[in-house]
């Protein structure tokens, strides 16, 4: 272990723009890779410093998780080309594309209809708390009304 190689923590916060506090969080958390303890004192590889690539933080974080799972979710459905149409599923199907291509019509229709509606209701929310600070009551604008 040649000890030219590693820093400190507060040499690491210098070095970074990161707090002290948020050195050491790393090093606990196995993000900076090679930093040991010692005793009480952390020292810190330059390289690991140099190659620490924060990833997504707060509502970042939680999109990029909630993304992530959606695509799994995608993944893990048939393709709209795999799936039989509602006329095929009932055994109506006539054989002609033009009724497959009238049930996707009709899916997506359902489901922008769906979409309209979850944006309708949130904008009648947005619209009563708008009302009530411009009344000037905005004690009861409270985390239950926010969108």
Not at 128 to 144: L, M, P, V
Request: one cysteine or more; charged letters at 30%; hydrophobic letters at 35%.
């Amino acid at each position: 272990m040649d000890i030219s190689e590693y820093i400190s923590v507060e040499e690491a916060a210098e070095r970074s723009g990161y707090g002290k506090w948020n050195i050491t969080l790393l090093c606990r958390q196995g993000k900076l890779e090679g930093a040991v303890k010692i005793g009480k004192v952390w020292l810190i590889p330059k390289k690991a410093l140099e190659d620490y690539k924060p990833g997504p933080q707060g509502f970042a974080a939680v999109w990029a998780h909630r993304r992530a799972a959606q695509q799994e979710a995608q993944a893990e459905q048939p393709d709209a080309a795999d799936r039989p149409s509602p006329e095929q599923e009932s055994g109506q199907d006539s054989g002609q594309d033009s009724g497959q291509n009238d049930g996707d019509t009709e899916d997506v229709a359902r489901e922008i209809l769906r979409h309209l509606k979850i944006l309708i209701s949130k904008l009648d929310r947005l619209e009563k708390i708008g009302e009530k600070i411009i009344a000037g009551d905005t004690a009861k604008c409270n985390a239950q009304e926010k969108v």
